[in-house]
């Protein structure tokens, strides 16, 4: 369906694109034809539209950006307005050149918004001498901040005129102040951001950690800057202004399991440990992986009744919105199960990273991915109690929508398909929904990505066009690896149905290491391998048959036979059931098959839904090839020190699916500056070391690099200075650790 995209849409394109690079009035060159957008634009109430006919629609054009914000200084919240320009005009290079000028010589310090809205010409009245807030730098000596032509503010100002009820919200950062009027529209976090407007935004920051530490949040920000608070409301010895004391709007978060591998703590992101991802089919809620990108709405707190308190909205195609309580929705509507593995769309992201490139986002490892059964009720603007039917068009979607501003859409077809089982659950493995996890209300979308089931749901919409959400809009794509930094987002799809991928998320190697694992006596944890952990890890240990030898490499007879055994899972979207899983343990030169784990068949495990839409666990148990052994004439050289006499071999693992596709070998050629989507083979390397056997002879024991998620390296803040401490304490003796590991993968 050809439609006009909504207009704070078409601004948020234009804020995200926009150059902001101060340029004179009149260009020596001509520029391009401009349309500008008016900022009054992104303080509308966005809502849904209805449906219109085909015909009675006509392709919107393709904005340009509006004149930059530092071409000539700002004083009161009124002076923001842009000159607009009817959409449907071809503007000639002239008149382009024109609506620069009048927009700069609009922006006065004493323009009303309300009379330029009546009449967008008329010429402003000139500034007042005495201007209580906009000083400009020469009025005070001792401000030599450059650029001198920026305007300096009150803090006041700021507070009182620019807060978040405010127009043109404004923050400061430094010294410097900010007008995200334009940018709340475009903030992945939507209107959060107004938390801090009127004030200053590094006690948020230092809240957010991951916009404290991104260059990239920093240069966004800057591309805002209207000028700077005046001196005499900076500390004259910091040079910078006091800063309040906020709340944390993470203090009521609920409590996470300390085994979880945490990536970022506010907002909370972690993975499940790589030794418990697949140890079982369903190992509980408490170590399923924590995704957020706020923090977790309180529901219930004033002790009113939650199923009659929440409240979901439905907003139908001609425009009527009805509502359910939860306990409407419980009463009204029949209940199903659905057992469903959800995954996000950067699980094993740290590997291309590693292995392709550097990509944006949290480095997952193989932790971001689980299983679990639902209960839940069909959604209401699919399924009424009066049996109304929807539309089937292939060109409508339906939006889901978060108490905590979140938004995500999913095609109409998916949500109508009989056998899609698209729910809206309020149970987690027959318990009530975890707060962490959407209670009280979320939806399931088998088969997807899981940034589609969206938790703490509020609202339903049927529309004529995807959410226009950040996380629907941008970020939940992917992109050729040629596409760079800069990809075209409008171009790319969002993505929907998962691919086929797999992972190794236990490896033991040795006979007393197969001993311990399958003996009753000990617990799992300490001898599986904790491939979540930033150090190196005991993978094993095979005794050798010669308790004389005297060198420092490791050493085996050459008959010795060392079994290994592997585990992990396989998962394909759209319901499509893994076929095959295919293990290597040279490094890709010979493969064999794993074992494919019939969870579902087990009465204590059942399956629900109208397709297969879990994981399949695997194992695998061989010996390691006599390729891949170290080997005691090598070991007999005086100088055979190196890596390569210790004989390191890469484990490889890939799927197949029912419908035969597989992952591609490698990250190169599905590379993206997201790291979405990655889903090649996997491959965790383990490498031999010389050790002294607990009886006192020696033997050799298998280790695996320094990794988080099995194989992958965890190259945060945090693992860094861990590795680090760790060193100063321990002296050199952990070093050996990591090189005798060596890197994993290379």
């Known amino acids: ?43 509308l109430t966005l809502r849904t539209r209805a449906f219109h006919d085909h015909t009675s629609k006509s392709p919107a054009p393709t904005p340009s950006p509006k004149p930059p914000k530092h071409d000539a200084p700002r004083g009161s919240k009124h002076q923001q307005q842009s000159r607009v320009a009817p959409t449907g005009l071809a503007v ?20 009303k918004r309300t009379d330029r809205a009546k009449d967008p010409d008329k010429e402003p009245p000139p500034p007042s001498p005495d201007s209580e807030f ?140 790589s030794d418990f991802v697949a140890s079982e089919f369903n190992t509980g809620e408490e170590l399923f992986y924590v995704r957020h990108h706020m923090w977790v709405p309180v529901i219930g707190s004033d002790g009113a009744p939650v199923e009659e308190k929440h409240v979901l909205s439905v907003e139908l195609p001609d425009g009527e919105v009805k509502g359910y309580t939860l306990k409407e929705l419980k009463e009204r509507f029949q209940r199903h199960k659905v057992t469903v593995t959800l995954q996000c769309s950067g699980n094993r992201r740290n590997d291309m990273t590693r292995h392709a490139g550097k990509t944006n986002g949290l480095q997952w490892g193989v932790g971001a991915i689980r299983p679990s059964t639902a ?21 409508l979607h339906v939006q889901f929508n978060a108490l905590e501003a979140y938004g995500a859409s999913i095609p109409l077809n998916k949500a109508l398909d009989p056998t899609g089982d698209v729910l809206l659950a309020f149970r987690m493995n027959g318990r009530a929904l975890p707060r962490d996890h959407g209670y009280p209300l979320r939806a399931i979308v088998p088969g997807h990505v899981a940034a589609r089931s969206v938790k703490w749901l509020n609202k339903i919409t049927v529309s004529d066009e995807e959410s ?149 666990r695997w ?56 790291g979405n989507l990655a889903t090649a083979w996997h491959r965790v390397r383990i490498c031999p070391e010389c050790v002294k056997c607990p009886d006192g002879g020696k033997g050799v024991k298998w280790m695996t690099g320094k990794v988080v998620g099995c194989g992958f390296e965890k190259e945060s803040q945090v693992a860094r200075e861990r590795k680090i401490e760790e060193r100063e304490n321990k002296g050199k003796g952990d070093s050996a650790v990591g090189t005798a590991a060596g890197r994993p993968g290379k």
């Not at 207009?7 to 004179?24: H, V």
């Not at 000083?135 to 001198?148: F, G, K, V």
């Not at 948020?204 to 001196?231: Q, T």
């Not at 061989?622 to 210790?646: F, G």
């Open 1 to 43: 369906m050809a439609s006009a995209r909504p207009a704070a849409r078409l601004a948020g394109d234009l804020l995200r694109l926009a150059p902001r690079r101060p340029t004179s009035l009149l260009p020596k060159q001509l520029p391009q034809p401009t349309i500008s957008v008016s900022t009054t634009v992104l303080s």
């Open 92 to 111: 000639g290079a002239g008149v382009a050149a024109l609506a620069s000028y009048l927009y700069n010589r609009d922006r006065d310090p004493k323009s």
């Open 134 to 273: 906009s000083i400009q730098a020469n009025s005070s000596d001792n401000d030599t901040r450059e650029p001198l032509s920026l305007p300096r503010y009150h803090l006041s100002e700021v507070r009182n005129e620019h807060s978040g009820t405010s127009d043109t919200p404004w923050v400061t950062y430094g010294d410097k102040v900010y007008d995200i009027t334009d940018w709340v529209g475009a903030h992945p976090g939507g209107d959060v951001i107004l938390r801090a407007a009127g004030g200053a935004i590094e006690p948020y920051w230092d809240i957010f950690a991951i916009h404290k530490n991104s260059p990239y949040v920093r240069d966004i920000l800057e591309s805002y800057c209207i000028g700077y608070i005046h001196m005499s409301d900076l500390d004259p010895v910091t040079k910078k202004p006091k800063m309040d004391e906020i709340e944390d709007p993470f203090a009521q978060d609920p409590e996470r399991d300390a085994r979880l591998v945490t990536h970022t703590a506010k907002p909370r992101n972690a993975e499940t440990p």
């Open 375 to 395: 209960t839940a009720v069909s959604p209401p603007s699919t399924s009424t109690p009066d049996e109304e039917e929807l539309p089937s068009q292939k060109d």
């Open 468 to 616: 226009t959400s950040q996380w629907q809009r941008r970020d939940y794509k992917s992109f050729g690896p040629n596409e760079g930094a800069n990809p075209n987002w409008d171009k790319a799809k969002s993505i929907q149905e998962m691919p086929v991928t797999s992972a190794i998320t236990g490896v033991w190697v040795g006979e007393d290491c197969l001993k311990n694992k399958n003996s009753t006596n000990n617990k799992q944890k300490k001898t599986t391998v904790d491939l979540a952990d930033v150090d190196g890890q005991k993978v094993g240990c095979t005794k050798t048959t010669s308790t004389t030898t005297t060198t420092s490499s490791p050493s085996t007879e050459t008959n010795t036979k060392i079994p290994i055994t592997m585990q992990g899972y396989a998962y394909s979207g759209g319901g499509r059931a893994i076929a095959r899983v295919d293990v290597s343990l040279d490094n890709g030169r010979t493969w064999d098959q794993a074992e494919l784990i019939d969870d579902c068949a087990n009465p204590e495990t059942p399956c629900y839904g109208n397709k297969t839409w879990t994981w399949k």
């Open 619 to 674: 194992r695998y148990s061989a010996t390691l090839p006599p390729s891949v052994l170290p080997s005691s004439s090598s070991s007999s050289s005086s100088s055979s020190s190196s890596s390569e006499d210790k004989k390191c071999t890469t484990l490889i693992v890939k799927a197949v699916d029912e419908a035969y596709n597989t992952q591609p070998e490698s990250h190169a050629g599905i590379y993206n500056v997201r």
